[in-house]
């Protein structure tokens, strides 16, 4: 029987495991309200310091707009009481074979210059005693997402969440995306992505690999 409350938070800091996202202890002592005053303010200053005149009517909300885009949109995952809870049901009618979510949009950030990363995940999973709702899976990806992030970690985080929640090693999790850290700024190489891909269990196995691969390859939906 598998603790509850390790399902819960396994991608996350305050569980021991090497994918850690690396949070202070007190990381969630404010609440979000006084993280945006704070934020609000030191960011008027980085704009101050760019030279930007804060009483024009256009600029004066944009600390406070930025704030609240941190805390509230683009890393809400960082919280895990904004977990998505993942429901499982019963494998009643014993599907054994792969089941693959495909096409899941990721919006993260990158850790190194706070800059958009964008692309797709594609997962699969067999199931064993259980299966999961689809759409926490979609969901699962987006929280993880929603922090400042490198691929390999993102990609970790949502594989071992799956893992312990499905109760099986037998995941497959992999993520295609820009990163305009690469593209936007220093080599500005506007062509490539990056792919990651980590899986374990039957995954293991080469065949069992290009099967998802096929798919993925393939369809469009
Ligand atoms: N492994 C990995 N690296 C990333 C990811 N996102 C960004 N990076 C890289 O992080 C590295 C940071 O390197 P630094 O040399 O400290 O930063 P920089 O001077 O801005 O590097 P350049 O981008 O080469 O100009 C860069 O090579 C980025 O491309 C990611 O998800 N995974
Ligand atoms: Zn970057």
Do not use: W
């Amino acid at each position: 029987m598998m603790n509850k409350d390790l399902i819960e938070n396994i991608g996350d800091n305050h569980i021991s495991t090497n994918i850690e996202t690396p949070l202070l202890p007190n990381a969630f002592d404010k609440s979000d309200d006084e993280k945006i005053e704070n934020i609000k303010h030191h960011f008027a200053k980085i704009m101050e310091e760019l030279g930007l005149d804060l009483t024009d009517d256009s600029l004066s909300g944009t600390p406070y707009r930025f704030a609240k885009m941190y805390v509230k949109e683009l890393f809400y995952g960082l919280n895990p009481k904004n977990k998505p809870k993942l429901s499982v049901f019963e494998n009643k009618y014993k599907y054994k074979k792969m089941l693959v979510e495909q096409n899941i949009t990721i919006d993260s950030s990158c850790e190194h210059h706070f800059l958009p990363i964008t692309g797709h995940a594609h997962i699969a999973y067999i199931p064993k005693d259980k299966v999961i709702g689809l759409s926490k899976i979609n969901r699962l990806v987006d929280y993880y997402a929603h922090r400042p992030q490198v691929q390999e970690r993102l990609s970790l985080q949502i594989l071992k969440d799956l893992q312990a929640v499905l109760n099986t090693k037998d995941v497959i999790v992999m993520i295609s995306a820009k990163h305009l850290c690469v593209s936007s700024r220093g080599i500005k190489d506007k062509d490539s992505f990056t792919t990651t891909i980590e899986y374990d269990g039957a995954f293991n196995n080469e065949l069992q690999r290009n099967e998802f691969f096929g798919i993925v390859n393939n369809s469009s939906t």
